[in-house]
T-cell receptor, first 118, second 110 residues
Framework: EPEVTQTPSHQVTQMGQEVILRCVPI?????FYWYRQILGQKVEFLVS????????KSEIFDDQFSVERPDGSNFTLKIRSTKLEDSAMYFC????????????????FGAGTRLSVL | RKEVEQDPGPFNVPEGATVAFNCTYS??????FFWYRQDCRKEPKLLMS???SGNEDGRFTAQLNRASQYISLLIRDSKLSDSATYLC???????????FGQGTTLQVKP
């Protein structure tokens, strides 16, 4: 079964450093997303991406965050200057479509990258 | 009011029990509804989509009441392997943004 893959599984960084989280979405999917989950809290939407553009972003996704699809397979989330409160599990997801109901509407999640900011 | 609200539980039930989870959502324009399952420190995995007509998948039944903005999940004949957190998820926009509830924790005991 196709799956979304994320690397690394765990990233430890110092406050103020830049990190890049990497994702390989399912190959025939067109819509890509990043979510985060702080320990003990709910999953929160960060950003959606389609056709090389951000289609929606949340208040969390400030100027410190950026996303990129550098090639035909990877989708990355960059945090320019990490803060302690950026420590969380970051999930990448992808879907074939968004505007219809049914199987192509479903978002599939990667196993996540645990980011620890010290 | 929270966008998606769930009772966090935990629900502790014996094997074989029937358990029901409820969820309410605040945006009447919400388009799609899902139940995801999340095991400890793992990614959310789709359990089932939820349709207005109600739908069933084996031991799992989901119901949607658009007028009341209410979603439910019924699990029959609980198994130990059903122990997890169940996430009520709503899609409101065409950009695909998913809004998650806090989750309801289920612990099935022998």
């Amino acid at each position: 079964e196709p799956e979304v893959t994320q690397t690394p599984s765990h990233q430890v960084t110092q406050m103020g450093q830049e990190v890049i989280l990497r994702c390989v979405p399912i190959s025939n999917h067109l819509y890509f997303y990043w979510y985060r989950q702080i320990l003990g809290q709910k999953v929160e939407f960060l950003v959606s991406f389609y056709n090389n553009e951000i289609s929606e972003k949340s208040e969390i996704f400030d100027d410190q965050f950026s996303v990129e699809r550098p090639d035909g397979s990877n989708f990355t989330l960059k945090i320019r200057s990490t803060k302690l409160e950026d420590s969380a599990m970051y999930f990448c997801a992808s879907s074939a479509l968004t505007s219809t109901s049914g199987a192509k509407n479903i978002q599939y999640f990667g196993a996540g990258t645990r980011l620890s900011v010290l | 009011r929270k966008e998606v609200e769930q009772d966090p539980g935990p629900f502790n039930v014996p094997e074989g029990a029937t358990v029901a989870f409820n969820c309410t959502y605040s945006n009447s324009a919400s388009q799609s509804f899902f139940w995801y399952r999340q095991d400890c420190r793992k990614e959310p995995k789709l359990l089932m989509s939820v349709y207005s007509s109600g739908n069933e998948d084996g031991r799992f039944t989901a119901q949607l009441n658009r007028a009341s903005q209410y979603i439910s999940l019924l699990i029959r004949d609980s198994k130990l392997s059903d122990s997890a957190t169940y996430l009520c998820v709503v899609k409101t926009s065409n950009t695909g943004k998913l809004i998650f509830g806090q989750g309801t924790t289920l612990q099935v005991k022998p």
